[in-house]
């Protein structure tokens, strides 16, 4: 009789244990005392978040128009991520580049990349409405990168190299936000960029 009684209490004991363990794992932080609770962002946390991932992820490098200097290409800082420059001309070039190989050629501002997928130009990233971002929406944008389709659309043209969205699109939702809310930040520039162009036709330019 003794080695039951001894059985029960102990048995009583885990049953109280878990019953404790469970009630303080089911708290909220809210119901917690003294407990912090995590809040969102602030729309400017966002902004300057995605300023941060904006510049470390180097997107000025194709995406902002240079300024020559006796040191090499600077960001022209009137014109952030405003893209190649609209009406700027296409020097002549190898056209040997266009077929699969070791070489792909840049311009000298690095907003321009020509190679096997063709001729490609840097975006224009700002909230322009017309030939920006501006009439682009949240979803909009995350879609695009994440499927690396022209505005996140199944039958969108596909986001040619060297842009990395195949990288881009390893990003949280989170990040991808704030830098969508930083770019919406921008000054808007009208700056019409030119669609990409095919080898084909790349290989008939003078």
């Known amino acids: 009789m003794k080695k039951v009684t001894i059985i029960r209490e102990k048995s009583s004991v885990l049953v109280l244990f878990l019953l404790f363990f469970q009630f303080g794992c089911n708290q909220t932080a809210q119901e917690k005392p003294g407990a912090t609770e995590i809040s969102a962002p602030s729309h400017t946390e966002k902004i300057a978040r995605g300023k941060y991932l904006v510049t470390f992820g180097s997107c000025n490098e194709c995406h902002t128009p240079k300024i020559m200097t006796p040191q090499g290409p600077i960001d022209d800082t009137t014109k952030p ?20 190989g070791p070489w792909i050629l840049f311009a000298a501002d690095l907003t321009a990349a020509i190679g096997p997928f063709g001729i490609t130009f840097g975006a224009n990233l700002t909230p322009d409405s017309t030939t920006g ?8 944008f995350i879609q695009t ?17 060297p ?17 969508f809310a930083y770019l919406q930040a921008l000054p808007p520039i009208q700056n019409k960029v030119p669609a990409p162009i095919t080898p084909e036709d790349a290989a008939k330019l003078k």
Request: aromatic fraction near 6%.
């Open 145 to 161: 990168l994440r499927t690396g389709k022209h505005l996140g659309q199944a039958g969108g043209r596909k986001i040619l190299p």
């Open 81 to 100: 991520l405003s893209g190649h420059p609209s009406g700027s001309p296409i020097p002549p070039f190898d056209k040997n580049v266009l077929r699969p």
């Open 163 to 179: 842009m990395p969205w195949n990288f881009v699109n390893k990003a949280t939702d989170e990040d991808l936000k704030s830098i």
């Open 133 to 140: 971002i501006g009439a682009w929406t949240e979803d909009v």
